[in-house]
């Protein structure tokens, strides 16, 4: 039942905010299904790039995908991922690649409380102010971002945002369903980097799989329903509290 719950979950954040879904696939698979952390990554990765790409192509038939401003940061991201699933994720220990989780967590719950207050003061609440495009600032940072995505299975969604922001010149509405279609992306690169080691984990695949993709659809109807600030406040509550789990019990 707690694996069905967080299947949902997943789908929900990844329809809400565009991210988050391998932050909440993690830890689920590995204090809920009793997977090994680096099973846990390497399914993750499988999982929310499925839901992703279901989630982006529905976001390209609307027209809100910018593929062409993104494409440097795609390739070098799925570069990344690969690399860092097949070579980085190697040289880890599992409680270190829990560690990084935990601290990634932190990172995001904190960016997206900031960012819901600063909406709460009446502030902007978007990640920064739009730049012009900068191709190579796009490569670094998504070589990066696949990097981190590869070792912890992630989807980078709270990454990629303001990055596409930053140095693609996107607006948030622009930037959320973009970042989805990456995170697909990524994801191939991720599963390519793990296969062939015996870590991906077929049922809970299938489930977060089926799962998440009904939670995304839901997720998606909420976020035209609901206040930016309040999904990003239960978002940033969720992260910091999970973050916490994990810090403690990584073995």
């Given at each position: ?117 600063k909406e709460g003061r009446g502030q902007k609440g978007s ?125």
């Amino acid at each position: 039942m707690v694996l069905w719950a967080a299947a949902l979950l997943v789908g929900l954040l990844l329809g809400l905010v565009g991210g988050g879904g391998g932050i909440v696939t993690v830890p689920a698979l590995v204090y809920g299904g009793g997977l090994d952390p680096k099973q846990a990554v390497a399914t993750s990765l499988a999982v929310v790039g499925l839901i992703a790409a279901v989630a982006a192509v529905m976001e390209f038939r609307a027209g809100r995908v910018k593929w062409q401003d993104a494409l440097p940061f795609a390739v070098a991201g799925i570069i990344g991922t690969f690399f860092g699933a097949k070579v980085v994720s190697g040289l880890l220990s599992s409680s270190v690649q829990m560690l990084i989780f935990a601290t990634i967590m932190v990172a995001a719950g904190l960016s997206m409380l900031r960012s819901a207050l600063k909406e709460g003061r009446g502030q902007k609440g978007s990640v920064t102010t739009p730049t012009r495009r900068n191709a190579a600032l796009l490569m670094v940072s998504g070589l990066g971002v696949g990097i981190v995505s590869g070792v912890v299975g992630i989807g980078g969604g709270f990454m990629i945002v303001p990055a596409l922001v930053l140095f693609a010149g996107f607006d948030a509405k622009r930037a959320v369903p973009t970042s989805l279609a990456i995170i697909a992306v990524n994801s191939v690169g991720g599963v390519a980097g793990y296969f062939g080691k015996g870590l991906i984990v077929p049922d809970a695949f299938y489930l977060f799989s089926a799962v998440g993709m009904v939670g995304m659809v839901l997720g998606g109807q909420v976020r035209a329903k609901l206040p930016a600030r309040v999904i990003k406040l239960v978002f940033a509550g969720l992260l910091l509290v999970m973050s916490v789990v994990v810090f403690f019990t990584r073995g």
